[in-house]
């Protein structure tokens, strides 16, 4: 495939989003096959969040360094070592028959994941350097990331129901290969034109230290305590990391991330925004779950079910309609009214019953949220990348995507304080009217979150600002 060939790039995307979808899917796809594997491989309650802690851990301290890898060596290159490592990892999971091997292979998914999520998303800003097919290719894309969650919690009940948790993970064996053979075919090799190709080993290392240090202390807040050493003593190692990181890329000479980078507008405010969203989002998709389950009385079915017609209205809006809206409209306002309707998606939540009933009380708030959702996705993700030259694409990438994470693992994290310290005020968990208050509480508060995250998209810059010309060069494919 080459330039000449426009066409083709859209078979292009469609391939590097199977790739992003296996990585999104497996986000909640195994949540819903935990108490399953705690009853095969025997793992105590402690130590069976590490399943989940391990990926979280590896995936959310990759994520900068994954893309700007990428920007350094190819983006299709990492893309591809990224989905290998990820397919693989996902074997060993399928086939694991001790502890250690699945929370191992878990901690090596994390890394695939992280370096596949970085790059996909600045392989899709080359491939469509034109402001309204770029506008269209990041709908596309800001729909499966969107809507995959919740497509997993339905194949995740599903599979593990008929053939076992195994086949959470060996579901990605055929996927991967599938996307690995189609990327060498469909897309195209590209190189960042930059002087200096040397890593910076020394900032790499810390910032991923810092990173994990964050995310570790962030997932395991809510059992340890917030205030207790352990949470304290990881929280201020990360903050020390991430300020001698600063002072390293104030140095060195080929810097891992150039610091001139925040002082762009749109990337700046893009990224704060994105971490408020993320955190509300989140929260949000995990409490209502909760809410459905433990006092509606829904199966993990039926709360997977419940979720559809939000996503189905969140595709509508991802598919078509927002790229019209950004390219007549501009980035600032749809991301502003996209967050608001979310926002009132969230109170509405706040305000359904004990007993709620689904059309009344659940409905609503879904078909709000996926409205906002596709409506601001799209522009938040353009205005993340708008300012960012070519060859920092990979960056700027990663970059947003680590917001995206840590704003989501600190908002549910927070959130589930939030609702767990109300409901434990009005009588705890047994009580299903303190576990409503609770969960009551958790939506306000996404949804001032949400707000606040809407407000500042006022400060966003309209289109583009970095040179699009040579920056990167596209070669045929292999």
């Not at 002082?263 to 779950?289: D, T």
């Not at 998606?345 to 596709?374: C, N, Q, S, W």
Request: proline fraction near 4%.
């Amino acid at each position: 495939m080459t330039p000449s060939h426009p066409q083709h790039r859209w078979f292009a995307l469609i391939v590097l989003c199977l790739g992003v979808l296996m990585i999104v899917l497996d986000t909640t796809i195994v949540n819903v096959a935990l108490p399953s594997i705690r009853a095969d491989l025997h793992f105590t309650d402690a130590a069976l969040v590490w399943v989940v802690n391990a990926y979280l851990l590896t995936f959310g301290g990759c994520l900068l360094l994954g893309g700007r890898l990428g920007d350094l060596y190819g983006h299709r290159r990492l893309f591809l070592i990224g989905l290998s490592l990820f397919t693989l990892a996902s074997l060993a999971c399928g086939i694991a028959d001790t502890r250690v091997l699945l929370v191992v292979a878990r901690a090596v998914q994390g890394i695939g994941g992280a370096v596949v999520s970085a790059v996909a998303l600045s392989l899709l800003t080359t491939l469509f350097p034109e402001p309204a097919a770029r506008a269209k290719a990041m709908g596309v894309y800001g729909f499966v990331c969107s809507g995959g969650g919740c497509l997993g919690v339905l194949l995740g009940g599903m599979l593990t129901t008929a053939l076992g948790w195994h086949s959470v993970f060996l579901v990605n064996l055929p996927i991967g290969v599938l996307v690995f053979a189609l990327c060498l075919r469909l897309v195209p090799v590209t190189r960042a034109d930059l002087q200096h190709r040397s890593l910076d080993m020394v900032g790499a290392a810390t910032v991923t230290a810092a990173l994990m240090l964050a995310v570790y202390a962030i997932v395991g807040g809510n059992e340890a305590g917030w205030t207790s050493l352990r949470t304290l003593v990881l929280l201020a190692a990360s903050a020390i990391l991430l300020c001698a990181f600063v002072a390293i890329e104030s140095r060195v000479r080929a810097p891992l991330m150039p610091l001139a980078l925040f002082r762009l507008r749109n990337i700046a405010i893009s990224n704060v925004v994105g971490v408020l969203w993320a955190g509300s989002m989140f929260a949000w998709f995990f409490i209502s779950a909760l809410y459905m389950q433990t006092v509606l009385g829904y199966s993990p079915l039926q709360v997977g079910l419940a979720f559809f017609p939000g996503d189905l209205v969140m595709a509508i809006f991802s598919l078509g309609l927002s790229a019209k809206l950004v390219m007549r409209f501009g980035l600032r306002r749809p991301a502003l009214a996209g967050l608001l309707v979310a926002a009132l998606g969230l109170v509405l939540f706040a305000l359904a019953p004990r007993d709620g009933d689904f059309l009344l009380h659940i409905l609503p708030g879904m078909v709000l949220l996926g409205i906002g959702g596709g409506m601001a996705f799209n522009p938040v993700l353009l205005a993340a990348m708008s300012d960012a030259k070519p060859e920092d694409a990979g960056l700027a990438s990663g970059l947003v995507n680590t917001a995206f994470m840590m704003g989501g693992a600190l908002g549910l994290a927070v959130l589930a304080s939030v609702a767990a310290a109300r409901t434990a005020a009005l009588g705890g968990a047994a009580s299903p009217v303190a576990l409503t208050s609770g969960y009551h509480c958790a939506f306000v508060v996404g949804a001032v979150v949400a707000t606040v995250a809407a407000l500042l998209c006022l400060l966003l810059r309209e289109g583009g600002h970095a040179p699009q010309g040579n920056g990167t060069v596209i070669e045929e494919a292999a």
